[in-house]
C-alpha cells in the first residue's frame, strides 16, 4: 500500500515546491536581490556583517581605544598586523605606561577572518563595509590605523 | 506545402509564373526549408533567452538585460560569439562522426518541426502517421547524442552519452503510452486529424482522469527525453563537466545547445496538439480568422514550455537508479493501467463533449 502513498506523498510534495518557486517567480519584479553595481554606487549600502577592512574609530577628539596590548597582533594568524609601542610616563598619573605607536596593518595579507576584533579586548578596531579596495600599488595596502596625533582615550586600561 | 492559405497560393503562382513546374516544386521546397530553419535559429534564441530570464526571476534575480532593451538581443549576442570561436577537437577523436554528430541532432529536430499544424493549413507536411513519425523522429536524436560522446575521446563525455542512451530508451517508452492512450480517443495518427476530432472540447477535456494522468505522465517523461533538469543526467555539471558535448566548442556545440531547446519546443508543442487543440482558441472564441491559430498554438506552447522550466527550477535532481525506478516502477505500470482505464471510458461512452 505504501506504493500509492508514495506516489501521493511525491506529487504533493513536488506540487508545494512548485507552489514556492512560483512565489517566489511573481514577486521577482519588486523583490530582486540583483545588485547592478556600477550603476547604483552612489546608493549601495553594504550589510552591516560585511567585512571589507579592518579600521580604528576615533571620537571627535582624536582618540581611540587602543592600549597597544598586542593581542591583535598575536591573534593574527597571518601576521598582517604589526604594533609598534613605547613606554612612555603618562601625564596624568605619572606612571609608566605601554603606549602605541603605530598600529600598522596590512590589508593584502589580510584574510578577513575577524580574530583580531574578536581578541581586542577594548573593542578598538572594527569591521569597515567599504569594499573598492582595488589600489595601484602594493604599498598602499599598507595602513596606519590610528591617525597622526591621536593618543589613547583616557580610562581605557588593558 | 499543399494549403488553401492566401499568402502561399500567392507565392505558389508567382512562383509558377516564371518557372516550369517540375522546377517550381522545388524551389518551394527550397522555400519551406529556408522558412523552418529560420524558424529554428529564431525559436531556439528566443528560448535560450527566455529560459534565462525565468531562471533569474525564479531565483529573484534581474537576468540577461545590458543588451539591447531588456536584454532583447542577448542571446543573438551569444550566437555571434559562438560563431567567432574557434572549432577544436581532442587529438585521437574520431573526426568524422565526431563532426557529423551535431547535424544528427538539428536534422531529427527540423524533421520534427517539419509535422506540426501552426494554424489550420499551415502545415509543412501533413502526414497520416503523424504522432508515430514523431516518436520515432524524436528518439533518432539520441544517434546524435551517442555519437557525440562516442567519439570524443572523453570519458566524461562517453559516460553522459550513455547515461543519455539509458534515459532516452527508457523515458521513450512513457512518451509512446501516454500519447497511445490519447489516440485511442481520436482514433487516428494524423495531426491535423487529430485537432479536427478537438473541435468537440479539447481531448484533455474530453477524455478527463486518465487524460489529466496520461497529460501528467506525457510531462513528466517529455522532460526526461529532453534531458533538461531534473533529468539532466546527460550533462550533470557537477558530475561529468559538460557531458556529452564537453569536447564541442563554438558553433558546434551551438547547435547541441539550440537543438536541446527546440527539442523542448518539440515536446510542448506535442503536448500541444494531443492534449489542448493545437491551434483552435479556447471555445472557438477566434474561429472565424484562421491565421490567429498560430497565435493560439504559441500561446499555449510556451506556456508548457514555462512549465518545464518551472520544473527545473524547482525540483532535485534525480539519482540514476532512481531515475529507472521512477520510470518502470511508477510511470510504466501506471500508464498500463491508464490505458485500460481510457479504453473502458471510451467503450462506456464516457467522454465529455460539447
Ligand atoms: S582579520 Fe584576520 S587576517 Fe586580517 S588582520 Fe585580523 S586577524 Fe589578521
Ligand atoms: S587594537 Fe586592540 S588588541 Fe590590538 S593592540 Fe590595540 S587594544 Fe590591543
Redesign the interface.
Known amino acids: 500500500m505504501s506504493y500509492f502513498s508514495d ?1 501521493y506523498h511525491g506529487i504533493r510534495t ?1 506540487l508545494t ?2 507552489g ?3 512565489k ?2 511573481l ?2 519584479r519588486k ?4 545588485q ?1 553595481y556600477p550603476d547604483n554606487r552612489d546608493t549601495l549600502k553594504m550589510f552591516e556583517r560585511f567585512r571589507g577592512e579592518v579600521v580604528m574609530p576615533h571620537d571627535e577628539n582624536n582618540e581611540h581605544s587602543c592600549t597597544g596590548c598586542q593581542k591583535c597582533e598575536i591573534a593574527c594568524p597571518n601576521g598582517s598586523i604589526e604594533i609598534i609601542w613605547d613606554r612612555q610616563v603618562d601625564p596624568e598619573t605619572g606612571k609608566k605606561k605601554k603606549l602605541i605607536d603605530k598600529h600598522i596593518y596590512h590589508l593584502g595579507m589580510c584574510t578577513q577572518c575577524g580574530l583580531c576584533i574578536d581578541a581586542c579586548p577594548s573593542d578598538a578596531i572594527k569591521w569597515a563595509q567599504n569594499f573598492e579596495n582595488a589600489v595601484y600599488d602594493r604599498s598602499q595596502l599598507t595602513r596606519v590605523l590610528n591617525r597622526p596625533g591621536s593618543k589613547v582615550r583616557a580610562g581605557v586600561e588593558e | 506545402m499543399y494549403s488553401s492559405l492566401i499568402i502561399t497560393n500567392n507565392i505558389h503562382s508567382w512562383v509558377l509564373s516564371w518557372m516550369p513546374a517540375a522546377a517550381t516544386g522545388i524551389i518551394e521546397m527550397i522555400m519551406i526549408a529556408l522558412a523552418y530553419l529560420t524558424l529554428f535559429a529564431v525559436l531556439g534564441l528566443f528560448l535560450v533567452l527566455m529560459e534565462r530570464k ?1 531562471a ?7 537576468g540577461p538585460n545590458r543588451v539591447g532593451f531588456f536584454g532583447m538581443f542577448q542571446t543573438i549576442a551569444d550566437a555571434l560569439k559562438l560563431l567567432s570561436k574557434e572549432l577544436t577537437g581532442t587529438d585521437k577523436a574520431d573526426k568524422f562522426l565526431y563532426n557529423l554528430a551535431p547535424y544528427f541532432l538539428i536534422i531529427s529536430s527540423l524533421m520534427a518541426l517539419a509535422v506540426f499544424p501552426f494554424s489550420k493549413n499551415l502545415q509543412a507536411f501533413d502526414i497520416n502517421i503523424g504522432i508515430f513519425f514523431l516518436i520515432a523522429i524524436s528518439s533518432i536524436g539520441v544517434i546524435g547524442i551517442l555519437l557525440g560522446g562516442w567519439s570524443s575521446n572523453n570519458k566524461f563525455a562517453l559516460i553522459g552519452a550513455m547515461r543519455s542512451g539509458v534515459q532516452t530508451i527508457s523515458y521513450e517508452l512513457s512518451v509512446g503510452l501516454s500519447l497511445l492512450t490519447m489516440i485511442l480517443l481520436t482514433g487516428s495518427l494524423q495531426l491535423s486529424e487529430i485537432i479536427e476530432v478537438q473541435k468537440s472540447g479539447w481531448l484533455i477535456v474530453q477524455g478527463h482522469i486518465p487524460a489529466v494522468i496520461a497529460f501528467m505522465i506525457y510531462m513528466i517523461a517529455g522532460t526526461a527525453e529532453t534531458n533538461r533538469a531534473p533529468f539532466d543526467m546527460v550533462e550533470a555539471e557537477s558530475e561529468l563537466g559538460a557531458g556529452f558535448h564537453t569536447e564541442y566548442s563554438g558553433m558546434k556545440f551551438a547547435y547541441f545547445f539550440l537543438a536541446e531547446f527546440i527539442n523542448m519546443f518539440i515536446i510542448a508543442a506535442i503536448g500541444t496538439t494531443v492534449f489542448f487543440g493545437g491551434w483552435l482558441s479556447p471555445f472557438g472564441i477566434t474561429e472565424s480568422i484562421p491565421w490567429l491559430g498560430v497565435f493560439w498554438f504559441m500561446i499555449k506552447t510556451f506556456a508548457l514550455v514555462f512549465l518545464m522550466m ?2 527545473r ?3 532535485p535532481r534525480l539519482r540514476v537508479d532512481q531515475l529507472l525506478t521512477l520510470e518502470w516502477k ?1 510511470l510504466l505500470p ?1 500508464n498500463l493501467f491508464n490505458i485500460v482505464l481510457m479504453a473502458i471510458i471510451i467503450w462506456l461512452n464516457f467522454t465529455i463533449q460539447f
Open positions: 506516489i513536488l515546491g512548485m514556492v518557486t512560483g517566489y517567480f514577486h521577482s523583490g530582486a536581490i540583483t547592478q | 525565468v533569474a526571476w525564479f531565483q529573484l534575480r534581474i518551472w520544473f527550477w524547482t525540483f511508477y501506471i
